[in-house]
Every structure is written in structure tokens, then in C-alpha cells.
Nanobody, 123 residues
Framework: QVQLVESGGGLVQAGGSLRLSCAAS????????MGWFRQAPGKEREFVAG????????LYADSVKGRFTISRDNAKNTQYLQMSSLKPEDTAVYYCAAGMGGLRTENGKYNYWGQGTQVTVSS
């Protein structure tokens, strides 16, 4: 059973930066693709970024390309999401997720989820 705990959320002004972390325990972190999703009020959960088990492949939603960077440290069982040039529309609860198999963008391909961390970007 993989357990995921996010941290690093908070309130930031537009144009600012935040780094989210996700610590994993209870499973084989290094063999799983990992992802970040987000859910804004009244909207469905959406894919933000994903990284392969080795870290050599990444995927990004078009809305965050060039602004967000996903990374992982398998030795620390931790993945990160560096967010820069933040916009008010990035405001959401951000979720860490662990998947199986190949790197994918669909919610259903991730079978372990964290509780989420709130990111609020003020204008």
C-alpha cells in the first residue's frame, strides 16, 4: 500500500513561485510513474504533470508547459513540482498520484493518491 503526503502549498502572488513535494512510503516508489493533478472549485480534477519511474520522460498539460517542472528523487522516495510564473487560474488543490505501467495522463491510470495541498494565487 503506497501512501503519499503532499506539502509546500500556500498563498502566493501572481508571478510568484512555489515548490510542491510529495513523500511516498509503503511501496516501491522507484518503479512507478508519478503525477500531479489539480482540482479547482467546481471543476473536474485535471492532469498537470507526470514523470516516468526513471525520471527520463515527462508530460505536461499545455496550460503549465514552460512554467512548471516535475522531478523526482528515487533515493528519497519523493517527487516535486516546481511552479513558476504562477497565475490566478493555477489556484486549486494539488494532488500527488502514483501510477502503474507507463507514463499516462488519465486519472484512472493512477491508483494511489495523496490528500492534496491547497495552492492559492492572488492577482
Amino acid at each position: 500500500q503506497v501512501q503519499l503526503v503532499e506539502s509546500g502549498g500556500g498563498l502566493v502572488q501572481a508571478g510568484g513561485s512555489l515548490r510542491l513535494s510529495c513523500a511516498a512510503s509503503g511501496g516501491i516508489f522507484s518503479s512507478r510513474p508519478m503525477g500531479w493533478f489539480r482540482q479547482a472549485p467546481g471543476k473536474e480534477r485535471e492532469f498537470v504533470a507526470g514523470i516516468s519511474w526513471s525520471g527520463d520522460a515527462t508530460l505536461y498539460a499545455d496550460s503549465v508547459k514552460g512554467r512548471f517542472t516535475i522531478s523526482r528523487d528515487n533515493a528519497k522516495n519523493t517527487q516535486y513540482l516546481q511552479m513558476s510564473s504562477l497565475k490566478p487560474e493555477d489556484t486549486a488543490v494539488y494532488y500527488c498520484a502514483a501510477g502503474m505501467g507507463g507514463l499516462r495522463t488519465e486519472n484512472g491510470k493512477y491508483n494511489y493518491w495523496g490528500q492534496g495541498t491547497q495552492v492559492t494565487v492572488s492577482s
